[in-house]
T-cell receptor, first 115, second 112 residues
Framework: DQQVKQNSPSLSVQEGRISILNCDYTNSMFDYFLWYKKYPAEGPTFLISISSIKDKNEDGRFTVFLNKSAKHLSLHIVPSQPGDSAVYFCAASSTSLEYGNKLVFGAGTILRVKS | DGGITQSPKYLFRKEGQNVTLSCEQNLNHDAMYWYRQDPGQGLRLIYYSQIVNDFQKGDIAEGYSVSREKKESFPLTVTSAQKNPTAFYLC???????????FGDGTRLSIL
């Protein structure tokens, strides 16, 4: 049972436009969410995170939105640049002690930014 | 520079052999993790350790073993009991109870 789902395997966007990557989760225990960026043959790099006490977090060109009632989060990249082309993973965790700080990952979305 | 070092980058194993993947970190993190990535799938947790001399099974621990004798090191052994070991293996670390996890650059394991 997939607890974190990224339903779009790929997304293609023109340089300078907005990229929107979506993620849904099912486990109500999740209260902390992260986005990672991954290039081929490299490890994921942390991008941005959000706690369930907030509904928005911004860091430069990257903004993450959280809709707890819908169990949905999205990553907005504005403006998109060719260097943003990578696989983006959504991950979820619970801050409860018994959960052990584990991360549950979605399957990833391949973003291609065309110049 | 602080970081996580995984070695080797590519590893080949014959059928029936055990193989050990190395993971070392100098970030002074208490917690370390091993994930496996298969094509078209997200990362799946194999084992994790919150503190030295203690570790727990993740979602797909069968056929794997770990040890945590030092804070800096968390080696993963892929045993002959793992039926489908070909994958990209990623090691991560974090402060205990904290996020984000920081990742190494992975080891790609292939069966000859």
């Amino acid at each position: 049972d997939q607890q974190v789902k990224q339903n779009s395997p790929s997304l293609s966007v023109q340089e300078g436009r907005i990229s929107i990557l979506n993620c849904d989760y099912t486990n109500s225990m999740f209260d902390y969410f992260l986005w990672y960026k991954k290039y081929p043959a490299e490890g994921p790099t942390f991008l941005i995170s959000i706690s369930s006490i907030k509904d928005k977090n911004e860091d430069g060109r990257f903004t993450v939105f959280l809709n707890k009632s819908a169990k949905h989060l999205s990553l907005h990249i504005v403006p998109s640049q060719p260097g943003d082309s990578a696989v983006y993973f959504c991950a979820a965790s619970s801050t409860s002690l018994e959960y052990g700080n584990k991360l549950v990952f979605g399957a990833g979305t391949i973003l291609r930014v065309k110049s | 520079d602080g970081g996580i070092t995984q070695s080797p980058k590519y590893l080949f194993r014959k059928e029936g052999q055990n193989v050990t993947l190395s993971c070392e970190q100098n970030l002074n993190h208490d917690a370390m993790y091993w994930y496996r990535q298969d094509p078209g799938q997200g990362l799946r947790l194999i084992y994790y350790s919150q503190i030295v001399n203690d570790f727990q099974k993740g979602d797909i621990a069968e056929g794997y073993s770990v040890s945590r004798e030092k804070k800096e090191s968390f080696p993963l052994t892929v045993t002959s009991a793992q039926k489908n070991p070909t994958a990209f293996y990623l090691c991560a670390s974090s402060y205990r109870g904290g996020q984000p996890q920081h990742f190494g650059d992975g080891t790609r394991l292939s069966i000859l």
